[in-house]
């Protein structure tokens, strides 16, 4: 196992020369100082020069103090210590490696969907996988296909492009927001499908920077969760699919697509489903039965059209989703003797 240290990364930073351009001198000279004010700025455990070196190394693909509000659906969010963009798994190496030098935690943020960040940020490094991690792959095989898929790109695309192919089994991804990796992860579904049952592997990075593939039985699915060892970070995952007619898969999607619209709220920004459905229930049901639709709490709301639903009127705060799910949990244990499961995860400081 390889031990981090950070001169791993000031020696690869140290491969970069500037000094022969007396205007790079100067930036080079004055970025110290600008890196430490923004260390103070966000509260990050950092020195000046350790951010310098990342930089150095990272280019813009790193931003300190980046406000995660814009990468989450529900578009709330305080800032990153510090945020990557990575567009390569020797990116995630990096981050890896400058986190562990320094005792930071790190968060791998996909498409911001079914997440809380707290209003105080996120403390330690958050990494988003990037262009690099956009791809698909194709293996045709007896009777249908396998698809290797970066974990950066959206699944509604990859569904989509699957049904142009002729391949069924992701047609209940239609509109569904977020990246493959993070759908794998928490095992997303819906209208009777789900993915667990179609991943046949999954690829990524250890704590440690080393590659690991788990193959389909390795892999354990339960409801909106898979089971992988703790800080894996997904950068690729294998999905086996079969051959389909092509029409009748355009009509299932279009199907699904009106489904979705009709039950879901379409136009305010949500995170999605908030609470997980209990054994033989429904989150959503629930919460309506409790007489809680429509209830808001200063600029969330409850959806009219589906109770699981929060919406996000302009301006609201990580606090007031909070207070409201807390107070939906609270009612409709006193109502019904069921206590609710967030479905979104709370991310930050609390």
């Not at 567009?87 to 981050?95: Q, T």
């Not at 930071?104 to 990037?130: A, M």
Request: net charge neutral; charged share 20%; hydrophobic share 45%.
């Amino acid at each position: 196992m390889h031990r981090w240290r950070f001169s791993d990364l000031e020696s690869t930073a140290v491969g970069v020369e500037v000094l022969d351009d007396p205007m790079t001198q100067g930036a080079e000279r004055a970025l110290p100082a600008q890196l430490n004010r923004e260390a103070h700025e966000t509260g990050a455990p950092v020195p000046g020069e350790a951010m310098e070196v990342l930089r150095v190394r990272l280019g813009d693909r790193v931003r300190f103090g980046e406000p995660l509000a814009r990468y989450t659906s529900l578009r709330i969010g305080g800032p990153a210590d510090v945020f990557v963009r990575a567009e390569s798994v020797e990116d995630i190496r990096v981050v890896l490696g400058f986190s562990a030098a320094y005792s930071l935690p790190v968060f791998v943020l996909g498409g911001g969907t079914n997440l809380l960040v707290s209003d105080q940020g996120v403390r330690g490094s958050v990494l988003k996988l990037g262009r690099g991690f956009d791809y698909t792959n194709w293996k045709a095989t007896e009777g249908g296909g396998l698809v290797a898929v970066g974990a950066g790109i959206r699944i509604a695309r990859i569904a989509r492009r699957t049904v142009e192919a002729g391949f069924g089994g992701l047609v209940f991804a239609e509109g569904i927001p977020g990246t493959i990796g993070g759908a794998v992860l928490m095992n997303a579904g819906a209208y009777g499908g789900e993915m667990g049952a179609l991943v046949h592997a999954v690829s990524g990075v250890s704590a440690d920077g080393g590659h690991v593939h788990f193959g389909s039985d390795a892999l354990q699915f339960g409801y909106r969760h898979l089971a992988l060892p703790r800080d894996f970070i997904v950068t690729e995952v294998t999905i086996r699919l079969q051959h389909e007619p092509i029409e009748a898969l355009r009509a299932a999607m279009v199907e699904v697509r009106s489904r979705r619209e009709r039950a879901q709220p379409q136009r305010c920004p949500n995170a999605g489903s908030v609470f997980k459905n209990p054994p033989g229930g429904h989150a959503g049901r629930l919460i309506e039965a409790a007489d809680l639709k429509g209830v808001r709490l200063g600029q969330v709301q409850i959806s009219d059209r589906h109770a699981n639903f929060f919406l996000n009127l302009g301006g609201a705060r990580a606090s007031e989703v909070k207070g409201l799910m807390d107070l939906v949990q609270r009612v409709v244990w006193e109502r019904f003797q069921i206590w609710l499961e967030p479905e979104v995860r709370l991310v930050g400081q609390w």
